[in-house]
C-alpha cells in the first residue's frame, strides 16, 4: 500500500495488487464517539468495492442512537450478480463504544451483514462487511 498526503486532513491510499484499489482516508471528528453519534437519517451506498463480485447498493436509512444497542432501518436497492433487487427493507443492530478504540463497533443484520462500524463524525460512519466474501465500504451520510 502506498499512501499520498493530499491536504493536511486528507489522504490517498493506492493498494497495487493484480487491480489497482484506492481510496480517500479523512481524519475522525474530536470527541467521544459512541452509539448516540449514530443518530437520525442517513443515506447510503457502497464505495470500494474489494472484487468484481460485490454487492453494490445504496439506500435510506434512520438510526435511533439507542444504548447500549442501537438500531437502524430502512429501504435499501440492491446490485448483485443475480439482478437487481429495490426498495427492500432492512434493519441491523448496531453497537459503538468510545474503549478502547474510540467510535468503532459491531453491526449486524440484514444491512452489510455481520461488520464493523466506523464513526467518522456525528453525521457519518462507515461499515466493512465482515460476512461477505467480496466486501465493500459502505458509507453512510446525513
Do not use: C, H, W
Request: aromatic share 8%; charged share 10%; hydrophobic share 40%.
Amino acid at each position: 500500500m502506498v499512501a499520498y498526503m493530499v491536504s493536511s486532513n486528507q489522504a490517498l491510499f493506492l493498494i497495487p495488487d493484480s487491480s489497482v484499489l484506492f481510496g480517500f482516508g479523512e481524519p475522525q471528528a474530536a470527541g467521544s464517539l459512541t452509539n448516540s453519534a449514530v443518530n437520525g437519517r442517513y443515506a447510503s451506498s457502497t464505495t470500494t468495492p474489494a472484487t468484481l463480485g460485490a454487492v453494490i447498493f445504496s439506500g435510506e436509512f434512520t438510526a435511533d442512537g439507542a444504548i447500549p444497542t442501537g438500531n437502524i432501518t430502512g429501504t435499501e436497492d440492491i446490485g448483485a450478480a443475480g439482478g437487481p433487487s429495490l426498495a427492500v427493507a432492512a434493519n441491523a443492530t448496531y453497537s459503538v463504544s468510545s474503549f478502547p478504540t474510540n467510535g468503532r463497533g459491531t453491526i449486524g443484520g440484514s444491512i452489510g451483514g455481520s461488520g464493523i462500524v466506523y464513526v467518522v463524525s456525528t453525521s457519518k460512519f462507515v461499515v466493512v462487511s465482515s460476512s461477505d466474501p467480496n466486501p465493500a465500504v459502505l458509507i453512510f451520510e446525513q
